[in-house]
């Protein structure tokens, strides 16, 4: 009994001490010509991107969702409204 609850403490404070992953934030992708067309956006270089899929096959392209860091994304101004 003392096992199982140092074990549940244990658990509970790792559970208690993480914290949220930031989400992967590259600006280049690879976009693979396999069969299902895997994609990555995890390069930082176009050069590092290329390099990757150079004799697998595929292209490399701008990740459009990227956004650097500290920048805040672009606000719509709201159309008026059309009678």
Known sequence: MRIF???AL???S???MAQEAPAQNYPWCAQYSTRGGA???GFVTWEQCMATVSGIGGFCE???MYR???QKPARR?????QY
């Open 5 to 7: 609850v140092a074990v």
């Open 10 to 12: 244990a658990a509970l």
């Open 14 to 16: 790792l559970v208690l």
């Open 39 to 41: 994609r990555n956006c």
């Open 62 to 64: 701008r990740n459009w």
């Open 68 to 70: 650097p860091a500290g």
């Open 77 to 81: 101004k709201p159309k008026p409204y």
